[in-house]
């Protein structure tokens, strides 16, 4: 069983351990690449379970979201930054991940 991964985004000063961000790098690949899966398998299949599928997909983007903001912010990326390039506001973007905690296997 691989242990679980937790993240917590933060303002806090201070840079996450190598160790931190290699982890939470590849729960990032795992993540999309089952964010994918799912997809292909939706557009190659469609069925009455899409629905569900789909409720799957925007849960998997979700924590792709979180992973790859925590890695932006571990490369010293501010918030402005970030929420320039999702199209969002600042305000908006923190308010929604900055205490966002994720915990997976």
Do not use: C
């Not at 840079?15 to 089952?34: G, I, N």
């Not at 010293?76 to 390039?85: L, M, N, P, T, Y």
């Amino acid at each position: 069983m691989a242990p679980v991964v937790s993240v917590v985004l933060t303002l806090g000063v201070g840079v996450p351990s190598e160790r931190v961000v290699s982890a939470v790098r590849y729960s990032a690949w795992t993540v999309a690449a089952e964010l994918a899966t799912v997809s292909l398998g939706m557009a190659r299949h469609p069925s009455l379970d899409s629905g569900s599928q789909i409720l799957n997909a925007r849960t998997l983007l979700d924590q792709l979201e979180v992973l790859v903001t925590f890695l932006e912010r571990s490369q010293g990326h501010s918030w402005a930054e970030i929420a320039d390039k999702l199209g969002v506001e600042r305000q908006s973007l923190h308010r929604r991940l900055s205490r966002k905690s994720m915990k997976w296997a």
